[in-house]
């Protein structure tokens, strides 16, 4: 698997996942000037806002281990610029991290999903 499929496999089991745990996808792969956020969701009245990290060993480290400082900053910011670009949103609003590990031949082997993984402290 190329970098590029694992990320798309990992970001289609996580969708699946938050689905099943009674999330309505609001977004995929939201882009702005800021960036991308994978998934933006909806729990009761609560925003969102999930980067989800797939890898398929744990050679250099977990996948939620990937989300850096400073990719947590954008996270943050690019949530403020998504609720500032689409009025109307829900004020409350969280950013999630799933972490995702694929086994042989790409199948899920594992799934860990992080609520408020990263603080809303974005400078947007």
Not at 61 to 85: D, F, H, I, W
């Amino acid at each position: 698997m190329t970098t590029r499929q694992t990320g798309a496999a990992g970001e289609k089991i996580a969708g699946q996942y938050l689905v099943k745990k009674g999330y309505r996808i609001l977004a995929k792969n939201y882009t702005c000037r800021l960036g991308e956020i994978d998934i933006v969701a909806a729990c009761g009245n609560e925003l969102v806002f999930v980067e989800v990290r797939t890898k398929t060993g744990s050679t250099f480290g977990s996948p939620e281990e990937s989300v850096t400082r400073t990719k947590q900053r954008k996270l943050a910011n690019m949530a403020q610029y998504y609720l500032k670009a689409n009025p109307g949103s829900p004020e409350d609003y969280r950013i999630d991290v799933i972490a995702v590990t694929l086994g042989p031949g790409g199948k899920p082997a594992g799934i860990k999903h992080i609520p408020n993984a990263v603080e809303q402290t974005g400078l947007f």
